[in-house]
């Protein structure tokens, strides 16, 4: 297992800042504030979608930085998963944005492949 280094702090920068900006900003919400954010990070339609759709991407980035492939393929499958969930959740709202969420997923998995 050979790590590169360029991928690793593109990596850490790409998954770091985000994460410590959010976790800032949670800390800094009020008691109210933070139960509605739990209740809306754990609600079903978000996994299935956004968490589904960020795990996926997380994964296949750990696996082009530890060059493992079985760690990609579940990644791959969580992104699929993730992308007919969302589908399904815009076609009633938008069909054009459905499509284009398919499109831009497909495109992503193509990239990784």
């Given at each position: 297992?050979?790590?590169?280094?360029?991928?690793?702090?593109?990596?850490?920068?790409?998954w770091?800042?985000?994460?410590?900006?959010?976790?800032?900003?949670?800390?800094?919400?009020?008691?109210?504030?933070?139960?509605?954010?739990?209740?809306?990070?754990s609600?079903?339609?978000?996994?299935?979608?956004?968490?589904?759709?960020?795990?996926?991407?997380?994964?296949?980035?750990?696996?082009?930085?530890?060059?493992?492939?079985?760690?990609?393929?579940?990644?791959?499958?969580?992104?699929?998963?993730?992308?007919?969930?969302?589908?399904?959740?815009?076609?009633?709202?938008?069909?054009?944005?459905?499509?284009?969420?398919?499109?831009?997923?497909?495109?992503?998995?193509?990239?990784?492949?």
């Amino acid at each position: 297992m050979n790590i590169d280094t360029d991928r690793l702090v593109t990596f850490i920068i790409m998954w770091g800042t985000p994460l410590v900006m959010m976790s800032w900003a949670y800390w800094k919400m009020s008691a109210e504030d933070k139960e509605d954010v739990r209740s809306d990070f754990s609600s079903w339609r978000f996994i299935s979608t956004i968490g589904f759709i960020s795990a996926g991407t997380f994964l296949m980035h750990v696996a082009s930085l530890l060059g493992i492939d079985i760690i990609k393929i579940s990644g791959i499958s969580l992104l699929v998963l993730g992308g007919i969930f969302n589908t399904f959740n815009q076609w009633k709202d938008s069909k054009k944005k459905s499509i284009l969420v398919i499109a831009l997923l497909a495109f992503a998995i193509f990239t990784n492949l």
